[in-house]
């Protein structure tokens, strides 16, 4: 029976942390995002996101981010500082070709910073990346 479900590979969705100039705070924040590089839109996206390290762990949080279109991105959230010394966890579900897909994305304890930052797809910026 096991060998009859489907699961679908999740491919041209990644998540990016970006470090950017906030005009409301007037600072540099890290604000993370979701791209989706596909050629189709996907639907009913839904991002859990938690920090958690060999001590502590963070609250669970979940954002509603709805439709996203084809080669486009959104705002996940605000990254604090304090959170980049954790591994930082984004679980992904969504609707496309009427299948249901979900992926989990880590970025580790420390890997968020710039001298990881590299060209990102669609958002045309730097930021540290996902797949």
């Given at each position: 029976m096991k060998k009859d479900?489907?699961?679908?590979?999740?491919?041209?969705?990644?998540?990016?942390?970006?470090?950017?100039?906030?005009?409301?705070?007037l600072g540099q924040n890290w604000n993370?995002?979701?791209i989706n590089d596909?050629?189709?839109?996907?639907?009913?996206?839904l991002v859990v996101t938690k920090g958690y390290d060999?001590?502590?762990k963070t609250s669970v949080l979940r954002h509603g981010i709805g439709?996203?279109?084809?080669?486009?991105?959104?705002?996940?959230?605000?990254?604090?500082?304090e959170l980049l010394v954790m591994n930082?966890?984004?679980?992904v579900t969504f609707f496309a070709d009427s299948?249901?897909?979900?992926k989990k994305y880590l970025f580790k304890k420390n890997t968020i910073n710039e001298n990881a930052f590299r060209d990102l797809p669609v958002?045309?910026?730097?930021?540290?990346?996902?797949?």
């Open positions: 479900i489907e699961i679908p590979v999740v491919k041209g969705v990644y998540i990016a942390v970006v470090k950017e100039w906030d005009e409301e705070l993370s995002y979701i596909q050629d189709i839109a996907i639907e009913m996206v060999d001590d502590r439709k996203i279109e084809a080669k486009s991105y959104a705002k996940i959230e605000m990254l604090q500082e930082n966890e984004f679980v299948k249901l897909f979900d958002m045309e910026q730097r930021g540290v990346l996902v797949k």
